[in-house]
Protein backbone atom coordinates (compact mmCIF):
# COMPACT_ATOMS: atom_id res chain seq x y z
CA UNK A 1 0.00 0.00 0.00
CA UNK A 2 1.23 3.25 -0.51
CA UNK A 3 2.92 5.76 1.87
CA UNK A 4 0.09 8.51 0.53
CA UNK A 5 -2.68 6.21 1.05
CA UNK A 6 -1.94 5.50 4.41
CA UNK A 7 -1.32 8.89 5.80
CA UNK A 8 -4.46 9.93 4.54
CA UNK A 9 -6.39 6.75 6.28
CA UNK A 10 -4.88 7.60 9.41
CA UNK A 11 -5.64 11.02 8.84
CA UNK A 12 -9.10 10.67 8.90
CA UNK A 13 -9.01 8.08 11.63
CA UNK A 14 -7.50 10.51 13.55
CA UNK A 15 -10.49 13.12 13.12
CA UNK A 16 -12.73 10.22 14.10
CA UNK A 17 -10.87 9.52 17.36
CA UNK A 18 -11.37 13.51 18.06
CA UNK A 19 -15.01 13.41 17.47
CA UNK A 20 -15.23 10.74 21.04
CA UNK A 21 -14.10 13.45 22.70
CA UNK A 22 -17.21 15.07 22.75
CA UNK A 23 -19.29 12.01 22.77
CA UNK A 24 -17.36 9.43 25.81
CA UNK A 25 -18.25 12.17 28.27
CA UNK A 26 -21.72 12.24 27.52
CA UNK A 27 -22.12 8.49 27.45
CA UNK A 28 -20.29 7.90 30.41
CA UNK A 29 -22.93 10.32 32.32
CA UNK A 30 -25.50 8.49 30.49
CA UNK A 31 -24.14 4.45 31.64
CA UNK A 32 -25.69 1.79 31.50
CA UNK A 33 -24.61 -1.61 32.10
CA UNK A 34 -25.74 -5.02 31.14
CA UNK A 35 -24.24 -8.38 31.49
CA UNK A 36 -23.18 -11.16 29.06
CA UNK A 37 -22.47 -14.65 29.81
CA UNK A 38 -22.47 -13.93 33.21
CA UNK A 39 -22.37 -11.59 35.90
CA UNK A 40 -18.25 -10.22 35.23
CA UNK A 41 -19.32 -9.79 31.85
CA UNK A 42 -19.78 -6.33 31.16
CA UNK A 43 -21.11 -4.33 28.37
CA UNK A 44 -21.96 -1.13 29.00
CA UNK A 45 -24.00 1.78 26.01
CA UNK A 46 -20.45 3.28 25.78
CA UNK A 47 -19.14 0.08 24.49
CA UNK A 48 -21.99 -0.48 21.85
CA UNK A 49 -21.87 3.18 21.02
CA UNK A 50 -18.44 3.60 19.87
CA UNK A 51 -18.73 0.29 17.99
CA UNK A 52 -21.79 1.91 16.12
CA UNK A 53 -20.67 5.05 15.18
CA UNK A 54 -16.80 3.55 13.80
CA UNK A 55 -19.22 1.10 11.79
CA UNK A 56 -20.97 4.19 10.25
CA UNK A 57 -17.25 5.58 9.89
CA UNK A 58 -16.37 3.07 8.01
CA UNK A 59 -20.05 2.72 5.67
CA UNK A 60 -19.52 6.42 4.93
CA UNK A 61 -15.75 6.77 4.24
CA UNK A 62 -14.54 3.54 3.08
CA UNK A 63 -17.64 1.22 2.43
CA UNK A 64 -15.30 -1.67 0.84
CA UNK A 65 -13.80 -1.73 4.09
CA UNK A 66 -15.13 -4.68 6.59
CA UNK A 67 -15.76 -4.28 10.40
CA UNK A 68 -14.44 -7.66 12.82
CA UNK A 69 -15.61 -6.12 16.73
CA UNK A 70 -16.39 -7.54 20.00
CA UNK A 71 -19.97 -6.32 20.30
CA UNK A 72 -20.98 -8.00 16.93
CA UNK A 73 -21.22 -11.16 14.77
CA UNK A 74 -18.24 -11.71 12.49
CA UNK A 75 -19.54 -14.88 11.22
CA UNK A 76 -19.33 -13.35 7.24
CA UNK A 77 -15.81 -12.29 7.69
CA UNK A 78 -12.48 -13.91 6.89
CA UNK A 79 -10.19 -11.36 8.79
CA UNK A 80 -7.43 -12.28 6.23
CA UNK A 81 -9.02 -10.92 2.92
CA UNK A 82 -9.13 -7.48 2.16
CA UNK A 83 -9.56 -4.61 3.86
CA UNK A 84 -10.41 -5.52 7.91
CA UNK A 85 -10.59 -3.15 10.65
CA UNK A 86 -10.32 -5.22 14.13
CA UNK A 87 -11.85 -3.65 17.43
CA UNK A 88 -12.66 -3.64 20.96
CA UNK A 89 -14.46 -0.52 21.19
CA UNK A 90 -13.99 -0.43 24.95
CA UNK A 91 -11.22 -2.50 26.45
CA UNK A 92 -11.10 -2.74 30.70
CA UNK A 93 -14.81 -2.41 30.74
CA UNK A 94 -14.95 -3.58 34.22
CA UNK A 95 -12.43 -0.81 34.90
CA UNK A 96 -14.65 1.66 32.77
CA UNK A 97 -17.59 0.63 35.25
CA UNK A 98 -16.29 0.43 38.34
CA UNK A 99 -13.60 3.06 38.18
CA UNK A 100 -13.63 5.00 34.87
CA UNK A 101 -10.11 4.88 34.22
CA UNK A 102 -7.54 2.31 32.46
CA UNK A 103 -9.72 1.87 29.82
CA UNK A 104 -9.19 1.98 26.09
CA UNK A 105 -9.72 1.32 22.30
CA UNK A 106 -7.67 -0.79 20.69
CA UNK A 107 -8.39 -1.04 16.39
CA UNK A 108 -5.94 -2.31 13.74
CA UNK A 109 -6.47 -2.25 10.24
CA UNK A 110 -5.51 -5.37 7.94
CA UNK A 111 -4.66 -5.40 4.30
CA UNK A 112 -4.83 -9.19 3.25
CA UNK A 113 -3.99 -9.96 6.32
CA UNK A 114 -1.30 -8.02 7.21
CA UNK A 115 -1.14 -5.13 10.04
CA UNK A 116 -0.74 -1.58 8.36
CA UNK A 117 -2.07 1.15 11.53
CA UNK A 118 -2.78 0.55 15.03
CA UNK A 119 -4.26 2.08 17.38
CA UNK A 120 -4.97 2.16 21.18
CA UNK A 121 -6.12 5.40 22.70
CA UNK A 122 -6.06 5.68 26.39
CA UNK A 123 -9.03 8.25 26.35
CA UNK A 124 -8.95 8.79 30.65
CA UNK A 125 -5.73 9.66 29.97
CA UNK A 126 -5.63 11.40 26.85
CA UNK A 127 -2.88 9.35 25.01
CA UNK A 128 -3.39 8.06 21.57
CA UNK A 129 -0.48 5.30 21.02
CA UNK A 130 -0.22 4.77 17.29
CA UNK A 131 2.19 2.67 14.99
CA UNK A 132 2.34 2.64 11.30
CA UNK A 133 3.77 -0.14 9.43
CA UNK A 134 7.02 0.78 8.77
CA UNK A 135 7.08 3.86 9.91
CA UNK A 136 7.62 3.31 14.07
CA UNK A 137 4.91 4.25 16.27
CA UNK A 138 4.14 7.21 18.52
CA UNK A 139 1.90 8.52 21.12
CA UNK A 140 0.48 12.12 20.54
CA UNK A 141 2.14 12.42 17.59
CA UNK A 142 5.54 11.56 19.48
CA UNK A 143 8.40 9.12 18.35
CA UNK A 144 8.36 6.36 20.60
CA UNK A 145 11.82 4.79 20.97
CA UNK A 146 12.03 0.18 21.29
CA UNK A 147 12.55 -0.16 24.87
CA UNK A 148 15.92 -1.10 26.23
CA UNK A 149 16.58 -4.80 27.36
CA UNK A 150 14.90 -5.64 30.67
CA UNK A 151 15.79 -9.37 31.97
CA UNK A 152 13.19 -11.44 33.70
CA UNK A 153 14.86 -11.01 37.34
CA UNK A 154 14.32 -6.76 36.55
CA UNK A 155 10.84 -6.84 34.58
CA UNK A 156 7.69 -6.07 36.56
CA UNK A 157 5.32 -8.66 34.59
CA UNK A 158 1.43 -8.82 34.00
CA UNK A 159 -0.88 -11.48 34.11
CA UNK A 160 -4.58 -12.25 35.27
CA UNK A 161 -3.71 -14.53 38.88
CA UNK A 162 -7.28 -15.97 38.31
CA UNK A 163 -6.04 -18.32 35.17
CA UNK A 164 -2.56 -19.25 36.00
CA UNK A 165 -2.11 -22.21 38.99
CA UNK A 166 -0.36 -21.45 42.32
CA UNK A 167 3.38 -23.22 41.78
CA UNK A 168 3.16 -21.18 38.28
CA UNK A 169 2.79 -18.08 40.26
CA UNK A 170 5.25 -18.24 42.74
CA UNK A 171 7.78 -19.57 40.25
CA UNK A 172 6.76 -16.33 37.88
CA UNK A 173 7.35 -14.11 41.28
CA UNK A 174 10.49 -15.93 42.31
CA UNK A 175 12.02 -15.14 38.76
CA UNK A 176 10.77 -11.88 38.29
CA UNK A 177 11.03 -8.15 40.31
CA UNK A 178 7.57 -7.65 40.92
CA UNK A 179 3.60 -8.04 39.29
CA UNK A 180 1.60 -5.29 38.11
CA UNK A 181 -2.16 -5.70 36.24
CA UNK A 182 -4.50 -3.21 35.21
CA UNK A 183 -7.01 -5.10 33.43
CA UNK A 184 -6.82 -3.86 29.92
CA UNK A 185 -5.02 -6.27 27.75
CA UNK A 186 -4.54 -2.79 25.61
CA UNK A 187 -3.07 -0.81 28.06
CA UNK A 188 -1.33 -3.45 30.20
CA UNK A 189 0.74 -4.42 26.65
CA UNK A 190 1.33 -0.65 26.46
CA UNK A 191 2.90 -0.43 29.60
CA UNK A 192 5.31 -3.26 27.90
CA UNK A 193 5.52 -1.39 24.35
CA UNK A 194 6.27 1.58 26.39
CA UNK A 195 9.34 -0.53 28.72
CA UNK A 196 7.69 -0.21 31.89
CA UNK A 197 6.78 -3.76 32.37
CA UNK A 198 8.84 -6.80 31.17
CA UNK A 199 5.97 -8.89 29.92
CA UNK A 200 2.30 -9.29 29.89
CA UNK A 201 -0.27 -12.27 29.19
CA UNK A 202 -3.13 -13.21 28.39
CA UNK A 203 -3.94 -17.09 28.16
CA UNK A 204 -7.52 -16.29 26.20
CA UNK A 205 -7.66 -13.17 23.82
CA UNK A 206 -9.82 -12.84 21.26
CA UNK A 207 -8.76 -10.85 17.62
CA UNK A 208 -9.89 -7.27 19.35
CA UNK A 209 -7.90 -7.80 22.72
CA UNK A 210 -4.94 -8.37 20.40
CA UNK A 211 -5.14 -6.23 17.18
CA UNK A 212 -3.07 -3.84 17.39
CA UNK A 213 -0.37 -5.06 19.53
CA UNK A 214 1.36 -6.70 16.14
CA UNK A 215 2.28 -3.80 14.75
CA UNK A 216 3.95 -1.55 17.80
CA UNK A 217 5.43 -5.29 18.88
CA UNK A 218 7.19 -5.12 14.97
CA UNK A 219 7.84 -1.65 15.03
CA UNK A 220 9.35 -1.55 17.96
CA UNK A 221 11.44 -4.63 18.18
CA UNK A 222 9.41 -6.36 20.78
CA UNK A 223 8.04 -10.39 21.03
CA UNK A 224 4.59 -11.34 20.86
CA UNK A 225 3.96 -14.68 20.32
CA UNK A 226 1.92 -17.79 21.60
CA UNK A 227 2.43 -19.24 25.10
CA UNK A 228 4.57 -22.13 23.00
CA UNK A 229 6.69 -19.59 20.98
CA UNK A 230 5.19 -20.08 17.71
CA UNK A 231 3.96 -17.48 15.80
CA UNK A 232 0.43 -15.63 16.67
CA UNK A 233 -2.45 -15.46 14.20
CA UNK A 234 -4.15 -12.25 14.74
CA UNK A 235 -7.72 -13.78 13.54
CA UNK A 236 -7.97 -16.59 15.36
CA UNK A 237 -6.07 -15.13 18.50
CA UNK A 238 -5.44 -17.33 21.75
CA UNK A 239 -2.40 -17.71 24.08
CA UNK A 240 -0.57 -15.11 23.98
CA UNK A 241 2.56 -13.14 25.48
CA UNK A 242 3.91 -9.07 23.95
CA UNK A 243 7.32 -9.26 25.93
CA UNK A 244 10.63 -7.18 26.10
CA UNK A 245 13.12 -9.39 24.13
CA UNK A 246 15.55 -9.77 26.81
CA UNK A 247 13.17 -11.62 29.17
CA UNK A 248 10.29 -13.55 26.59
CA UNK A 249 12.18 -17.10 26.44
CA UNK A 250 12.81 -17.08 30.20
CA UNK A 251 9.03 -15.93 30.71
CA UNK A 252 7.79 -18.45 28.47
CA UNK A 253 10.15 -21.18 30.20
CA UNK A 254 8.98 -20.42 33.45
CA UNK A 255 5.14 -20.44 32.53
CA UNK A 256 5.94 -24.23 30.83
CA UNK A 257 8.11 -25.70 33.73
CA UNK A 258 6.77 -28.68 34.98
CA UNK A 259 2.87 -29.36 34.36
CA UNK A 260 2.30 -26.04 32.83
CA UNK A 261 0.54 -22.56 33.88
CA UNK A 262 -2.98 -23.75 33.53
CA UNK A 263 -5.19 -24.29 36.40
P1 LIG B 1 -11.50 -7.99 33.53
O1 LIG B 1 -11.17 -6.81 34.38
O2 LIG B 1 -12.91 -8.31 33.20
O3 LIG B 1 -10.68 -7.88 32.14
C1 LIG B 1 -9.31 -7.67 32.08
C2 LIG B 1 -8.86 -7.74 30.65
O4 LIG B 1 -9.08 -9.06 30.10
C3 LIG B 1 -9.59 -6.82 29.69
O5 LIG B 1 -8.69 -6.52 28.64
C4 LIG B 1 -10.72 -7.66 29.19
O6 LIG B 1 -11.27 -7.19 27.96
C5 LIG B 1 -10.03 -9.01 29.05
N1 LIG B 1 -10.93 -10.15 29.26
C6 LIG B 1 -12.21 -10.14 29.72
N2 LIG B 1 -12.69 -11.39 29.79
C7 LIG B 1 -11.69 -12.19 29.36
C8 LIG B 1 -11.57 -13.62 29.17
N3 LIG B 1 -12.58 -14.46 29.48
N4 LIG B 1 -10.41 -14.10 28.72
C9 LIG B 1 -9.39 -13.29 28.41
N5 LIG B 1 -9.42 -11.94 28.56
C10 LIG B 1 -10.57 -11.42 29.03
O7 LIG B 1 -10.78 -9.22 34.17
P2 LIG B 1 -11.15 -9.93 35.55
O8 LIG B 1 -12.28 -9.22 36.26
O9 LIG B 1 -9.86 -10.18 36.23
O10 LIG B 1 -11.71 -11.32 35.01
C11 LIG B 1 -13.00 -11.46 34.41
C12 LIG B 1 -13.06 -12.82 33.70
O11 LIG B 1 -12.19 -12.81 32.57
C13 LIG B 1 -12.61 -13.99 34.57
O12 LIG B 1 -13.38 -15.11 34.25
C14 LIG B 1 -11.15 -14.16 34.17
O13 LIG B 1 -10.70 -15.47 34.40
C15 LIG B 1 -11.21 -13.82 32.68
N6 LIG B 1 -9.89 -13.31 32.20
C16 LIG B 1 -9.04 -14.20 31.70
C17 LIG B 1 -7.80 -13.78 31.29
C18 LIG B 1 -6.83 -14.77 30.74
O14 LIG B 1 -5.64 -14.47 30.64
N7 LIG B 1 -7.31 -15.95 30.35
C19 LIG B 1 -7.44 -12.44 31.38
C20 LIG B 1 -8.36 -11.52 31.92
C21 LIG B 1 -9.60 -12.00 32.32
P3 LIG B 1 -12.76 -6.49 27.96
O15 LIG B 1 -12.75 -5.41 28.94
O16 LIG B 1 -12.87 -6.04 26.54
O17 LIG B 1 -13.73 -7.57 28.29
CA1 LIG C 1 -10.91 -6.69 25.51
CA1 LIG D 1 -14.30 -5.02 25.15
Known sequence: MEKEQLIKIDDSIHAWFNTLDDIIPKLINDMVTSTKKNRFDLVTNVDKSIQQKFESFLKEHYPSHQLFAEEKSNSEINAKEGHVWIMDPIDGTTNLVKQQEDYCIILGYFVEGEPMLSYIYDYPHGKLYKAVRGFGAYVNGEPLSSPEDIE????IISYNPLVIND???????????????IGSCGLDSIRVIKGQFGAHVNTNPK??????????????GLKMTTLDNTKLDFSTA???IISNKACHTHML???????????
Request: proline residues 4%; hydrophobic residues 40%; negative net charge.
Open 152 to 155: LKDA
Open 167 to 181: ETIQDLNEASFGYRC
Open 207 to 220: PWDIAAQFLFASEL
Open 238 to 240: GPF
Open 253 to 263: DVLNSGNGYKN
